[in-house]
């Protein structure tokens, strides 16, 4: 009987097959004890996921606030157990600041270009192209403030260029492309959660947040890159502050160079469909 119980049990695994013994598969690593989804199995899941040492939300942002730093350090150099993953804490926090947003329901481009469209109804023929490029830029604009989400994601490989070319030639061939992203990405959960802060403004004061929004965010996002990056680039802080100053004027210029373009293109096929009216 005795030796019957010293015979360890022989668990199948129910992703991917494999017959193993203990409490985790070798090939897939999927907990042996696997049953049904349970209120009590969310609730413990959702916890562990916001809660956890190991890969959990918070404390991965304690870590991003109190030592940035040495976290991209130590996630570059493979220390990743405990960390939760980049990309889905960026979404995370931008789901986080789409909430927060839909209540304080901030609308300035929204309502200054429907405010053009009313001023410009008396304008005749020939101020017409004038006013649509008017528009044009304000619905560029427009969709820039309303689709943050979708805008930061789109522009990221704005950041990324800017860092890979002002970080440094010798940091260039230090890191990959990637380990340049995945900073940029938990830099970019720190300028989120403080555009977050800075949104709650708004049930104080409106004009103020939105003032706060405007001054504010290129310096906090000098702040979360020169926070992020001072390590893993070996530079002083002072150093890796210009740098990232840098970085950021780079990413406004290519960015309005990109805009300007887009504008541009779209002047010269409203020309062009304006001939043919």
């Given at each position: 009987m005795e030796a019957e119980k010293d015979i360890p049990k022989t668990t199948k695994c129910l992703n991917c097959g494999t017959k193993f013994e203990g409490n985790f598969c070798p090939e897939c690593g999927q907990n042996a004890d696997t049953g049904r989804f349970t209120m009590k199995l969310i609730v413990?899941?959702?916890?562990?996921?916001i809660l956890g040492r190991d890969g959990g939300v918070w404390f991965t942002l304690k870590?991003?606030?109190t030592r940035p730093s040495s976290m991209i350090v130590d996630i570059l150099n493979g220390k990743r157990k405990r960390y939760f993953s980049?990309?889905?804490?960026?979404?995370?926090?931008?789901?986080?600041?789409?909430?927060?947003?839909?209540?304080?329901?901030?609308?300035?481009?929204?309502?200054?270009?429907?405010?053009?469209?009313?001023?410009?109804?008396?304008?005749?023929?020939?101020?017409?192209?004038?006013t649509e490029v008017?528009?044009?830029?304000?619905q560029t604009l427009d969709f820039l403030n309303n689709h943050y989400t979708l805008s930061y994601i789109m522009t990221l490989p704005l950041w990324l260029l800017g860092a890979r070319l002002c970080y440094g030639k010798n940091n260039?061939?230090?890191?990959?492309?990637?380990?340049?992203?995945?900073?940029?990405?938990?830099?970019?959960?720190?300028?989120v959660l403080f555009r977050c802060l800075i949104k709650l403004t708004y049930f104080i004061d409106k004009d103020l947040s939105l003032q706060l929004g405007t001054i504010l965010s290129p310096i906090i996002t000098i702040v979360a890159f020169t926070a992020c990056f001072k390590k893993m680039l070996g530079f002083s802080i002072a150093k890796t502050a210009w740098r990232s100053v840098?970085?950021?004027?780079?990413y406004y210029i290519l960015l309005g160079i990109i805009i300007l373009i887009y504008v541009i293109i779209s002047v010269i096929i409203l020309a062009k469909r304006l001939q043919y009216i």
């Open positions: 413990e899941n959702l916890t562990s996921a870590n991003l606030v980049p990309f889905p804490m960026l979404f995370f926090c931008l789901a986080l600041y789409i909430v927060i947003l839909s209540f304080t329901n901030e609308h300035a481009f929204k309502e200054s270009f429907y405010d053009s469209q009313i001023e410009f109804k008396g304008l005749d023929d020939s101020e017409q192209s004038q008017y528009k044009l830029f304000s260039r061939k230090r890191y990959y492309w990637a380990e340049y992203i995945i900073t940029i990405v938990y830099a970019s959960v720190i300028v840098l970085v950021t004027a780079m």
